[in-house]
């Protein structure tokens, strides 16, 4: 059996010595660059590798041009996944340390862009898989190499010309992924403008998400019935991170993948003529 959505710590745990599954912390903090190394270091599922949310699932940064975590070169993508040791028979399982699975839903996102469907995020993280009693440890693990052979489907992205372009047209259901109060220009530390694309709708990452992770395929379904109704779904966040778990958790409910605004709010603020719009 393969997943591609989501996997329960259960599931995961009878997995644990499957050769063909890879285990992959993607833990990270916005506020700390090296405290998801650090949290890795410290305790993880046996077995699994490290992906860096900052180092190793974004690209290079350009200011005044990209994002904050501007997609990766398909080049290097390719040449870190064939090191984590993925080819065509493996299951990867991201997780994150909490059930918020930021980067571990980028990971997911990442390698579907690049063909690979066996890839699914552990519900709740490690937070759930340590309240079921399973084992964590400190010991390191190295990676077995493979060669990872991409498929990159570039449909799955929206360019900012494209966004433009929907919002002239009105043809596409454009979604912010961010918390609410970014979403309307209040609290914002960190962008240097406040507010949202103009025609976006307010559909936060962490609106449907409780301490112990999902909740059953219905509930996603239902939050997402309106927009998709709609039509030509993109969705964005602050840098991409954060649209990618809702992307997930749209196809968990069943829709078909929508497409990411990548470049999202921190790209999209780098050309004044971009229309913004403050309030909710």
């Known amino acids: 059996?393969?997943?591609?959505?989501?996997?329960?710590?259960k599931e995961a745990f009878e997995n644990l010595q499957n050769p063909n599954f890879l285990f992959v912390d993607c833990s990270y903090s916005l506020a700390d660059k090296s405290w998801g190394a650090e949290e890795y270091k410290k305790a993880h599922l046996p077995g699994a590798l490290y992906a860096d949310l900052h180092d190793d699932?974004?690209?290079?940064?350009i200011t005044g041009k990209t994002s904050r975590h501007p997609l990766p070169q398909k080049e290097a993508l390719v040449k870190f996944f064939s090191k984590l040791g993925i080819d065509k028979n493996v299951q990867v399982v991201a997780y994150d340390a909490t059930a918020g699975f930021m980067a571990a839903a980028r990971l997911w996102w990442l390698l579907r862009w690049a063909g690979?469907?066996?890839?699914?995020?552990?519900?709740?993280?490690?937070?759930?898989?340590?309240?079921a009693g399973y084992p964590l440890t400190a010991d390191s693990s190295p990676a077995q190499p493979k060669e990872f052979i991409a498929t990159f489907n570039d449909t799955m992205l929206a360019s900012a010309a494209e966004v433009m372009a929907s919002i002239k047209s009105g043809n596409n259901c454009l979604i912010d992924s961010r918390t609410a109060d970014r979403y309307a220009g209040q609290n914002e530390t960190?962008?240097?403008?406040?507010?949202?694309?103009?025609?976006?709708i307010s559909k936060p990452f962490?609106?449907?998400?409780?301490?112990?992770?999902?909740?059953e395929p219905s509930v996603y379904k239902e939050h997402f019935k309106d927009e998709y109704a709609k039509g030509n779904v993109v969705f964005y966040c602050g840098s991409g991170v954060t649209a990618a778990y809702n992307v997930l958790l749209a196809?968990?409910?069943?829709?078909?993948?929508?497409?990411?605004?990548?470049?999202?709010?921190s790209e999209w603020i780098t050309d004044a003529a971009r229309p913004i719009v403050t309030g909710a």
């Open 190 to 200: 960190i962008d240097p403008v406040a507010g949202h694309i103009s025609t976006a």
């Open 251 to 265: 196809v968990y409910g069943g829709y078909p993948l929508p497409k990411l605004y990548a470049g999202s709010w």
């Open 57 to 61: 699932l974004s690209g290079e940064i």
């Open 1 to 9: 059996m393969s997943y591609s959505t989501f996997i329960q710590p």
């Open 206 to 215: 962490n609106a449907k998400i409780g301490k112990t992770g999902v909740a």
């Open 116 to 131: 690979h469907e066996k890839v699914a995020v552990l519900n709740g993280g490690k937070g759930a898989w340590q309240h």
